[in-house]
T-cell receptor
Framework: QKEVEQNSGPLSVPEGAIASLNCTYS??????FFWYRQYSGKSPELIMS????GDKEDGRFTAQLNKASQYVSLLIRDSQPSDSATYLC???????????FGAGTRLFVKA | DAGVTQSPTHLIKTRGQQVTLRCSPK?????VSWYQQALGQGPQFIFQ???????QRGNFPDRFSGHQFPNYSSELNVNALLLGDSALYLC?????????????FGSGTQLSVL
């Protein structure tokens, strides 16, 4: 079982729609969860962090965490073509210092 | 405020050679992590340096080694290069505060091994 799992996609949504990206993790003791955006040929950029169960909103982005189900999601409202990128889910491991990344989900927003 | 800087941007080597990649962390950050990202994959943790010591290491062979200097900058060295070492090498800096260690990435070094 992979430590952080994501659907590789691609996920295609029309402009203005809600994009929903999902992630599961295996370490039940994990406390810190992140979403990074990576444009093609660029490096990852942090867009959201979440540490407690529930929803956290920042502009058009909402991160959702359910520790009981070991599930993290990212919702992007009013999706724009500029949101087209790979979204990486990342989890800080317990008992250590490394952040573990999923393989990423490719998102395409069609104009 | 300078972000994370990495050099060189691109590098072409042949099998068996050695390579050194460099990273300067974001101002105010004291921790440097190195990641390897193969095409179509997520970043894989190589190791993390803090207070000039390797604090944690991922599942990479001893051919991968590193160093952190007193000014917090860091180097990644890879010996006896293999074709499979071709990847984007990312440096990320952070300042550990509590449980949330947010990573800030440099633009990466694209290494091609021929």
């Amino acid at each position: 079982q992979k430590e952080v799992e994501q659907n590789s996609g691609p996920l295609s949504v029309p402009e203005g729609a809600i994009a929903s990206l999902n992630c599961t993790y295996s370490d039940r003791g994990s406390q810190s969860f992140f979403w990074y955006r990576q444009y093609s040929g660029k490096s990852p950029e942090l867009i959201m962090s979440i540490y407690s169960n529930g929803d956290k909103e920042d502009g058009r982005f909402t991160a959702q965490l359910n520790k009981a189900s070991q599930y993290v999601s990212l919702l992007i409202r009013d999706s724009q073509p500029s949101d087209s990128a790979t979204y990486l889910c990342a989890v800080r491991s317990t008992g250590g210092f490394k952040t573990i990344f999923g393989a990423g989900t490719r998102l395409f927003v069609k104009a | 405020d300078a972000g994370v800087t990495q050099s060189p941007t691109h590098l072409i080597k042949t099998r068996g050679q050695q390579v050194t990649l460099r990273c300067s962390p974001k101002s105010g950050h004291d921790t440097v992590s190195w990641y390897q990202q193969a095409l179509g994959q997520g970043p894989q943790f190589i190791f993390q340096y803090y207070e000039e010591e390797e604090r944690q290491r991922g599942n990479f062979p001893d051919r991968f080694s590193g160093h952190q200097f007193p000014n917090y900058s860091s180097e990644l060295n890879v010996n006896a290069l293999l074709l499979g070492d071709s990847a984007l090498y990312l440096c990320a800096s952070s300042s550990p505060t509590g449980v949330g260690e947010k990573l800030f990435f440099g633009s990466g070094t694209q290494l091609s091994v021929l």
